[in-house]
Protein backbone atom coordinates (compact mmCIF):
# COMPACT_ATOMS: atom_id res chain seq x y z
CA UNK A 1 0.00 0.00 0.00
CA UNK A 2 0.92 3.53 -0.49
CA UNK A 3 -0.35 6.30 1.94
CA UNK A 4 -0.07 10.12 2.08
CA UNK A 5 0.28 12.14 5.13
CA UNK A 6 -0.47 15.79 5.67
CA UNK A 7 -0.63 18.32 8.35
CA UNK A 8 -3.64 20.84 8.28
CA UNK A 9 -4.71 24.02 10.08
CA UNK A 10 -2.41 25.59 12.71
CA UNK A 11 0.65 23.74 13.93
CA UNK A 12 1.29 22.21 17.52
CA UNK A 13 3.83 20.11 19.66
CA UNK A 14 3.28 16.58 18.51
CA UNK A 15 2.27 16.65 15.12
CA UNK A 16 6.14 15.17 14.39
CA UNK A 17 5.97 12.51 17.28
CA UNK A 18 2.34 11.53 15.03
CA UNK A 19 4.11 11.54 11.47
CA UNK A 20 7.05 8.99 13.12
CA UNK A 21 4.04 7.06 14.43
CA UNK A 22 2.61 6.78 11.87
CA UNK A 23 5.44 6.56 8.77
CA UNK A 24 7.75 3.98 11.06
CA UNK A 25 4.66 1.43 11.95
CA UNK A 26 3.73 1.57 8.29
CA UNK A 27 7.24 1.10 6.97
CA UNK A 28 8.62 -1.20 9.44
CA UNK A 29 5.42 -3.15 10.46
CA UNK A 30 3.20 -3.18 7.84
CA UNK A 31 5.67 -2.87 4.71
CA UNK A 32 3.91 0.36 3.04
CA UNK A 33 5.42 3.14 0.83
CA UNK A 34 5.15 6.46 2.69
CA UNK A 35 5.04 9.63 1.34
CA UNK A 36 4.49 13.14 2.66
CA UNK A 37 2.49 16.11 1.48
CA UNK A 38 4.06 19.52 2.21
CA UNK A 39 1.94 22.65 3.72
CA UNK A 40 -1.44 20.74 4.09
CA UNK A 41 -4.31 21.10 1.30
CA UNK A 42 -2.43 23.66 -0.38
CA UNK A 43 0.35 20.79 -1.12
CA UNK A 44 -2.13 18.32 -2.81
CA UNK A 45 -3.05 21.46 -5.04
CA UNK A 46 0.23 21.87 -6.06
CA UNK A 47 1.35 18.28 -5.98
CA UNK A 48 3.94 19.12 -3.57
CA UNK A 49 5.04 15.90 -1.89
CA UNK A 50 8.29 13.92 -0.18
CA UNK A 51 9.11 10.55 -0.25
CA UNK A 52 8.90 9.75 3.85
CA UNK A 53 11.96 6.78 4.18
CA UNK A 54 12.89 6.05 7.78
CA UNK A 55 15.93 8.16 7.41
CA UNK A 56 13.43 11.19 6.90
CA UNK A 57 11.27 10.45 10.10
CA UNK A 58 14.26 9.96 12.27
CA UNK A 59 15.25 12.32 14.89
CA UNK A 60 11.99 14.29 14.70
CA UNK A 61 9.88 13.21 17.58
CA UNK A 62 11.35 16.10 19.71
CA UNK A 63 10.50 18.27 17.50
CA UNK A 64 7.95 21.38 17.40
CA UNK A 65 5.97 22.81 14.43
CA UNK A 66 5.42 19.82 11.25
CA UNK A 67 8.28 19.03 8.94
CA UNK A 68 5.82 18.45 6.32
CA UNK A 69 5.29 22.68 6.77
CA UNK A 70 1.34 23.37 7.08
CA UNK A 71 -0.97 25.91 6.08
CA UNK A 72 -5.15 26.53 6.76
CA UNK A 73 -6.42 25.81 2.67
CA UNK A 74 -9.98 24.71 2.91
CA UNK A 75 -10.40 22.89 -0.40
CA UNK A 76 -14.27 23.33 -0.50
CA UNK A 77 -14.57 26.41 0.96
CA UNK A 78 -17.07 28.14 -1.81
CA UNK A 79 -16.09 31.44 -3.67
CA UNK A 80 -18.63 32.94 -5.61
CA UNK A 81 -17.53 33.15 -9.19
CA UNK A 82 -14.17 31.30 -8.88
CA UNK A 83 -12.31 28.82 -9.99
CA UNK A 84 -11.88 27.41 -6.31
CA UNK A 85 -14.72 25.19 -7.01
CA UNK A 86 -12.18 23.30 -8.78
CA UNK A 87 -10.44 22.55 -5.89
CA UNK A 88 -11.70 18.76 -4.64
CA UNK A 89 -11.57 17.69 -8.23
CA UNK A 90 -8.11 18.80 -8.23
CA UNK A 91 -7.35 16.61 -5.12
CA UNK A 92 -8.95 13.82 -6.45
CA UNK A 93 -7.64 13.86 -9.49
CA UNK A 94 -3.64 14.27 -7.74
CA UNK A 95 -5.04 11.85 -4.71
CA UNK A 96 -5.57 9.22 -8.22
CA UNK A 97 -2.25 10.01 -9.97
CA UNK A 98 0.11 9.61 -7.03
CA UNK A 99 -1.50 6.48 -7.04
CA UNK A 100 -2.58 6.47 -3.30
CA UNK A 101 -4.15 3.95 -1.14
CA UNK A 102 -5.17 6.31 1.63
CA UNK A 103 -4.66 9.90 2.86
CA UNK A 104 -3.65 10.53 6.73
CA UNK A 105 -4.90 13.78 7.32
CA UNK A 106 -3.48 15.09 10.85
CA UNK A 107 -5.57 18.68 11.94
CA UNK A 108 -8.26 20.32 13.73
CA UNK A 109 -11.92 20.44 13.52
CA UNK A 110 -11.50 22.06 9.94
CA UNK A 111 -8.93 19.30 9.08
CA UNK A 112 -11.28 16.18 10.01
CA UNK A 113 -14.39 18.19 8.36
CA UNK A 114 -12.34 18.28 5.41
CA UNK A 115 -11.23 14.91 5.74
CA UNK A 116 -14.84 14.02 5.62
CA UNK A 117 -15.76 15.55 2.85
CA UNK A 118 -12.70 13.86 1.00
CA UNK A 119 -14.05 10.77 1.98
CA UNK A 120 -17.63 11.14 0.41
CA UNK A 121 -15.70 12.39 -2.71
CA UNK A 122 -14.54 8.76 -2.52
CA UNK A 123 -10.68 9.49 -1.03
CA UNK A 124 -9.81 6.90 1.76
CA UNK A 125 -8.85 8.82 4.90
CA UNK A 126 -7.92 8.52 7.71
CA UNK A 127 -8.06 11.50 10.75
CA UNK A 128 -5.98 12.13 13.44
CA UNK A 129 -7.08 15.05 15.72
CA UNK A 130 -4.15 17.55 16.95
CA UNK A 131 -5.14 20.92 18.53
CA UNK A 132 -3.62 22.90 21.29
CA UNK A 133 -7.20 23.89 21.55
CA UNK A 134 -7.92 20.24 22.77
CA UNK A 135 -11.51 21.34 20.92
CA UNK A 136 -12.12 18.49 18.91
CA UNK A 137 -15.00 16.39 19.10
CA UNK A 138 -14.61 12.65 19.87
CA UNK A 139 -11.72 12.56 21.31
CA UNK A 140 -10.44 12.89 24.83
CA UNK A 141 -7.98 14.57 24.72
CA UNK A 142 -6.08 16.10 21.53
CA UNK A 143 -1.57 15.93 21.50
CA UNK A 144 -0.47 20.02 21.92
CA UNK A 145 -2.87 20.66 24.95
CA UNK A 146 -0.68 19.18 27.84
CA UNK A 147 2.61 20.93 25.74
CA UNK A 148 0.37 24.15 25.95
CA UNK A 149 -1.26 23.89 29.32
CA UNK A 150 2.33 23.25 30.56
CA UNK A 151 3.36 26.99 29.01
CA UNK A 152 0.66 28.48 30.29
CA UNK A 153 0.92 27.17 33.64
CA UNK A 154 4.77 28.31 33.76
CA UNK A 155 3.35 32.04 32.66
CA UNK A 156 1.00 32.03 35.01
CA UNK A 157 3.58 30.83 37.93
CA UNK A 158 5.77 33.79 37.00
CA UNK A 159 3.46 36.45 36.66
CA UNK A 160 2.23 35.19 40.58
CA UNK A 161 5.39 37.17 41.60
CA UNK A 162 5.54 40.07 40.17
CA UNK A 163 1.97 40.78 40.78
CA UNK A 164 2.47 40.24 44.55
CA UNK A 165 5.16 42.65 44.90
CA UNK A 166 3.15 45.35 42.96
CA UNK A 167 0.04 44.47 44.70
CA UNK A 168 -1.65 44.29 41.40
CA UNK A 169 -4.03 42.55 39.11
CA UNK A 170 -2.68 40.96 36.18
CA UNK A 171 -4.67 39.54 33.69
CA UNK A 172 -3.53 36.72 31.37
CA UNK A 173 -5.29 35.92 27.83
CA UNK A 174 -4.56 32.46 26.23
CA UNK A 175 -5.15 30.66 23.40
CA UNK A 176 -8.78 29.12 22.69
CA UNK A 177 -10.59 30.50 20.09
CA UNK A 178 -14.34 28.48 20.78
CA UNK A 179 -13.15 26.64 23.66
CA UNK A 180 -11.40 27.48 27.12
CA UNK A 181 -9.76 24.45 27.46
CA UNK A 182 -6.39 25.91 27.75
CA UNK A 183 -7.60 28.43 29.77
CA UNK A 184 -9.00 26.47 32.46
CA UNK A 185 -6.61 23.86 33.03
CA UNK A 186 -3.38 26.12 32.97
CA UNK A 187 -5.74 28.68 35.35
CA UNK A 188 -6.73 26.22 37.49
CA UNK A 189 -3.28 24.32 38.04
CA UNK A 190 -1.36 28.04 38.36
CA UNK A 191 -3.76 29.06 40.50
CA UNK A 192 -5.56 31.82 39.07
CA UNK A 193 -7.85 33.68 41.11
CA UNK A 194 -10.52 34.31 38.27
CA UNK A 195 -10.83 32.45 35.38
CA UNK A 196 -13.26 33.02 32.35
CA UNK A 197 -13.87 31.36 29.23
CA UNK A 198 -16.18 31.88 26.82
CA UNK A 199 -18.60 28.33 27.24
CA UNK A 200 -19.36 30.25 30.31
CA UNK A 201 -19.75 33.92 30.00
CA UNK A 202 -18.94 36.29 32.68
CA UNK A 203 -20.31 39.40 34.70
CA UNK A 204 -17.79 41.70 35.24
CA UNK A 205 -19.24 43.25 38.27
CA UNK A 206 -18.59 39.52 39.50
CA UNK A 207 -15.02 40.10 38.59
CA UNK A 208 -14.19 43.08 40.31
CA UNK A 209 -16.13 41.87 43.73
CA UNK A 210 -13.96 38.50 43.40
CA UNK A 211 -11.25 40.64 43.59
CA UNK A 212 -12.24 43.62 45.75
CA UNK A 213 -13.33 40.35 48.48
CA UNK A 214 -9.74 39.32 47.95
CA UNK A 215 -7.94 42.64 49.26
CA UNK A 216 -10.83 42.92 52.19
CA UNK A 217 -9.37 39.32 52.96
CA UNK A 218 -5.50 40.70 53.22
CA UNK A 219 -4.91 39.39 49.70
CA UNK A 220 -4.15 43.04 47.47
CA UNK A 221 -3.25 41.46 43.80
CA UNK A 222 -5.17 38.83 41.99
CA UNK A 223 -4.38 36.50 38.70
CA UNK A 224 -7.06 36.60 36.07
CA UNK A 225 -6.64 33.82 33.47
CA UNK A 226 -9.08 34.72 30.32
CA UNK A 227 -9.53 33.38 26.84
CA UNK A 228 -8.76 34.51 23.78
CA UNK A 229 -12.28 33.53 22.93
CA UNK A 230 -13.97 35.14 25.83
CA UNK A 231 -17.17 37.65 24.30
CA UNK A 232 -16.80 40.96 25.17
CA UNK A 233 -18.91 44.26 24.80
CA UNK A 234 -15.93 45.80 23.16
CA UNK A 235 -15.14 43.66 20.05
CA UNK A 236 -12.76 45.85 18.32
CA UNK A 237 -10.27 45.11 21.90
CA UNK A 238 -8.42 41.88 23.05
CA UNK A 239 -10.52 40.36 25.55
CA UNK A 240 -7.01 41.31 27.84
CA UNK A 241 -7.25 44.72 27.53
CA UNK A 242 -11.27 44.87 27.79
CA UNK A 243 -10.97 43.12 31.23
CA UNK A 244 -7.52 44.95 32.44
CA UNK A 245 -9.32 48.48 31.28
CA UNK A 246 -12.95 47.23 33.01
CA UNK A 247 -11.24 46.13 36.02
CA UNK A 248 -8.41 48.64 36.92
CA UNK A 249 -11.57 51.63 36.43
CA UNK A 250 -13.93 49.88 38.40
CA UNK A 251 -12.35 48.43 41.06
CA UNK A 252 -9.01 51.24 40.92
CA UNK A 253 -6.60 48.66 41.78
CA UNK A 254 -3.56 49.00 38.77
CA UNK A 255 -3.99 46.46 36.18
CA UNK A 256 -1.67 44.67 33.89
CA UNK A 257 -2.53 42.43 30.74
CA UNK A 258 -0.12 39.90 29.17
CA UNK A 259 -1.21 38.02 25.80
CA UNK A 260 0.98 34.94 25.70
CA UNK A 261 -0.12 33.93 22.15
CA UNK A 262 1.98 31.54 19.82
CA UNK A 263 4.43 31.18 22.44
CA UNK A 264 1.53 28.22 23.25
CA UNK A 265 1.92 26.72 20.10
CA UNK A 266 5.58 26.43 19.70
CA UNK A 267 8.21 24.32 20.86
CA UNK A 268 9.14 20.93 22.21
CA UNK A 269 6.31 18.60 23.04
CA UNK A 270 5.84 17.18 26.43
CA UNK A 271 6.63 13.41 27.03
CA UNK A 272 2.64 12.57 27.17
CA UNK A 273 2.07 14.40 23.37
CA UNK A 274 4.87 12.48 22.14
CA UNK A 275 3.10 9.23 23.37
CA UNK A 276 -0.66 10.02 22.47
CA UNK A 277 0.78 11.00 18.72
CA UNK A 278 2.89 7.92 18.62
CA UNK A 279 -0.41 6.02 19.93
CA UNK A 280 -2.88 7.61 17.61
CA UNK A 281 -0.18 7.52 14.67
CA UNK A 282 0.43 3.58 15.06
CA UNK A 283 -3.40 3.16 15.85
CA UNK A 284 -3.91 4.95 12.57
CA UNK A 285 -1.68 2.52 9.97
CA UNK A 286 -4.05 -0.60 11.98
CA UNK A 287 -7.01 0.69 10.25
CA UNK A 288 -5.27 1.27 6.57
CA UNK A 289 -4.14 -2.16 6.85
CA UNK A 290 -7.34 -3.23 7.64
CA UNK A 291 -9.41 -1.15 4.82
CA UNK A 292 -11.45 0.94 7.44
CA UNK A 293 -11.71 3.92 5.97
CA UNK A 294 -13.63 7.34 6.86
CA UNK A 295 -12.68 7.12 10.35
CA UNK A 296 -10.76 9.11 12.84
CA UNK A 297 -8.48 7.78 15.48
CA UNK A 298 -9.25 9.08 18.88
CA UNK A 299 -8.33 8.45 22.67
CA UNK A 300 -11.21 7.44 24.98
CA UNK A 301 -9.96 6.72 28.87
CA UNK A 302 -6.91 5.42 28.06
CA UNK A 303 -8.37 3.56 24.97
CA UNK A 304 -7.35 3.96 21.16
CA UNK A 305 -9.74 3.59 19.12
CA UNK A 306 -11.74 5.61 16.39
CA UNK A 307 -15.17 6.76 15.38
CA UNK A 308 -16.45 7.71 11.51
CA UNK A 309 -15.70 10.99 10.71
CA UNK A 310 -19.18 11.45 10.05
CA UNK A 311 -19.71 11.65 13.38
CA UNK A 312 -17.09 14.39 14.09
CA UNK A 313 -17.52 16.59 10.84
CA UNK A 314 -18.53 20.20 11.96
CA UNK A 315 -18.97 20.00 15.62
CA UNK A 316 -16.72 20.86 18.68
CA UNK A 317 -15.70 19.81 22.42
CA UNK A 318 -16.69 22.56 24.38
CA UNK A 319 -16.10 23.07 28.47
CA UNK A 320 -19.60 22.54 30.22
CA UNK A 321 -20.58 24.14 33.40
CA UNK A 322 -20.35 20.65 35.41
CA UNK A 323 -16.65 20.17 34.03
CA UNK A 324 -15.45 18.55 37.63
CA UNK A 325 -12.39 21.43 37.79
CA UNK A 326 -14.81 23.94 37.31
CA UNK A 327 -17.16 22.34 39.94
CA UNK A 328 -13.73 21.68 42.31
CA UNK A 329 -12.53 25.45 41.56
CA UNK A 330 -15.92 27.47 42.40
CA UNK A 331 -16.17 25.04 45.55
CA UNK A 332 -12.34 26.46 46.56
CA UNK A 333 -13.56 29.94 45.71
CA UNK A 334 -12.09 30.43 42.73
CA UNK A 335 -14.42 33.10 40.59
CA UNK A 336 -15.63 31.83 36.88
CA UNK A 337 -17.28 35.13 36.29
CA UNK A 338 -21.23 34.28 36.70
O1 LIG B 1 -4.43 26.27 16.71
C1 LIG B 1 -5.52 26.86 17.35
C2 LIG B 1 -5.24 28.29 17.61
O2 LIG B 1 -4.10 28.31 18.38
C3 LIG B 1 -6.34 29.10 18.25
O3 LIG B 1 -6.36 29.11 19.64
C4 LIG B 1 -6.11 30.47 17.70
O4 LIG B 1 -7.24 31.25 17.68
C5 LIG B 1 -5.65 30.17 16.33
O5 LIG B 1 -4.98 28.94 16.39
C6 LIG B 1 -4.80 31.23 15.73
O6 LIG B 1 -3.94 30.70 14.76
P1 LIG B 1 -3.51 31.39 13.39
O7 LIG B 1 -3.17 32.80 13.67
O8 LIG B 1 -2.36 30.55 12.97
O9 LIG B 1 -4.67 31.26 12.46
Not at 47 to 66: F, H, M, P, Q, Y
Not at 150 to 174: F, G, N, Q, W, Y
Not at 218 to 233: D, F, H, Q, R, W
Not at 285 to 300: D, P
Request: proline share 3%; glycine share 12%.
Amino acid sequence: MKIGILSSGGDCPGINATIRGVGKTAITHFGMQVIGIKSGFSGFLTKDTVSLDDEALSGILNLGGTILGTSREKPFKKILNSEADDKPRIILDVYNELRLDCLVCIGGNGTQKTAYQLSELGLNVIGIPKTIDNDVWGTDVTFGFDTAVDIATEAIDRLHSTAIAHKRVMVIELMGHHAGWITLYSGMAGGADIILIPELGFDIRKVNNAILERVQRGKPYSIVAIAEGLETNDKKQRPATYISYMIEEMTGIETRETVLGYVQRGGSPSAFDRNLGTRLGGYATELIAKGQFGRMVSIQGDKVTSLPLKEVAGKLKLVTPNHDLVVQGKRMGISFGI
